[in-house]
């Protein structure tokens, strides 16, 4: 039996940075730098080069599809020839047959005729857009530069053009809310892309949004309101089939280190306190309804889930156990299940993405 949320297949992605390259400007929430921990924008050819084929050697490029990935500025507010030079590289490694295709983020103001004209002859397989908020105000506030109505555009234009689409949302954005996140989310699901990520706003030192903070003129989320907005998003998504890729920052170096994220809900496992979440409520809706004269329960879910149902530290079974004066709480792996499938006792199987707080 499988659960509704649709497995993407995962390419195997080399990874390059260019931080901020091709930016107009700086959005406020944003220093690549301190994300990705490389300080140079735009590092020369044969440094790329080499970095590709070191990635080659790693195991993960037996998977079925290897794409190189531009990440980390505005690839096509590159200048036309900077932008053919990084497909050209790109293109020696599908030429020796070692990649398939190129994908690569870009904002989605940058997508028009004449730079996807650039594109041609090239194997650019999937573009991801930085779409961040359908609210126009949360856009201005955010310095962004652009509006919903772009991102409407660019959608469509990269359809027409048979790309596969990425849309990344941020949440806690300025003047953004949780029914502003959610109606952001409902505006990317008509835009029907093929998979999300999803971004809570981090207060990252250098950034516009530390001076905002600092003259009490910005308020990030709390962790758990953060992970409360997402897993209504990734029901949402997930409900309408849309793949979430990524939840929260990659954790690195230079993220964890101190005085990088000045405020704001980081965790290094916040893709997991979401999904531990999503089945601490449909386990505490299915005790709900069993009526308080349970001491022991039994909860079965797919084995990869097993980890997400204890929660960090087992924080949902102790929750639990103290919300219902539970002596003991037996889990079994149970490989027939979905991935988002949970059973308490001898009930039939329910969904995580079903129930109370669904979007
Ligand atoms: S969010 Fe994108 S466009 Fe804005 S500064 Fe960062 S990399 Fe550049």
């Given at each position: 039996m ?36 490389q ?7 044969d440094?790329?080069?080499?970095d590709i ?45 070692r ?22 002859g090239?194997?650019v ?15 201005l506030?955010?310095?962004r ?5 772009d991102t ?10 048979g ?6 949302m941020?949440?806690?954005?300025p003047?953004?809310n ?21 971004y809570?706003?981090l ?27 997402t ?11 849309i ?16 005085h ?5 809900p980081?965790?290094?496992a ?13 386990v505490?809706h ?6 308080p ?29 103290s919300?219902?004066s ?20 001898t009930?039939?199987?329910?969904s ?8």
């Amino acid at each position: 039996m499988s659960g509704p949320h649709p497995k993407p297949t995962i390419p195997f992605i080399i990874p390059i940075f260019l931080p901020h390259t091709g930016c107009p400007h700086r959005c406020v929430f944003c220093d690549q730098a301190a994300i990705t921990g490389q300080a140079r924008p735009l590092p020369p050819i044969d440094q790329i080069r080499h970095d590709i084929r070191q990635f080659l050697t790693y195991p993960g490029n037996l998977r079925d599809t290897v794409q190189i990935s531009f990440y980390g500025g505005n690839f096509l507010g590159l200048p036309e020839k900077t932008v053919r030079r990084l497909l050209d590289l790109a293109t020696e490694f599908i030429a020796a047959d070692r990649v398939h295709s190129i994908r690569f983020s870009t904002r989605p103001d940058t997508i028009d005729s004449r730079r996807l004209d650039w594109l041609s002859g090239y194997q650019v397989a999937t573009i991801e857009i930085g779409a961040q908020s359908m609210d126009d105000n949360v856009l201005l506030e955010s310095n962004r530069g652009h509006r919903a109505a772009d991102t409407k555009k660019a959608m469509a234009r990269l359809k027409r053009g048979g790309y596969e689409t990425g849309l990344q949302m941020m949440i806690g954005l300025p003047g953004d809310n949780a029914a502003g996140a959610l109606e952001t989310g409902r505006q990317i699901v008509a835009l029907a892309p093929d998979f999300v990520r999803i971004y809570p706003a981090l207060v990252l030192a250098g950034s516009a949004l530390a001076d905002l903070l600092a003259a009490g003129n910005y308020r990030p989320l709390a962790l758990d309101s953060a992970v409360d907005v997402t897993a209504r998003l990734f029901k949402l998504f997930a409900n309408n089939r849309i793949p979430v890729i990524r939840m929260g920052l990659q954790s690195s170096a230079a993220l964890d280190r101190n005085h990088t994220v000045l405020a704001g809900p980081y965790h290094p496992a916040f893709g997991q306190l979401v999904m531990s979440k999503l089945f601490f409520d449909s386990v505490r809706h299915e005790l709900d309804a069993l009526g308080p004269a349970q001491r022991s329960i039994s909860i079965a879910v797919h084995p990869r889930s097993v980890s997400n149902l204890r929660g960090q530290k087992n924080s949902n079974l102790t929750a639990l156990k103290s919300l219902f004066s539970l002596d003991t709480i037996k889990i079994t792996a149970q490989p027939d299940l979905g991935e988002t499938e949970v059973v308490v006792n001898t009930g039939a199987p329910v969904s995580i993405l079903n129930g109370a707080g669904s979007p």
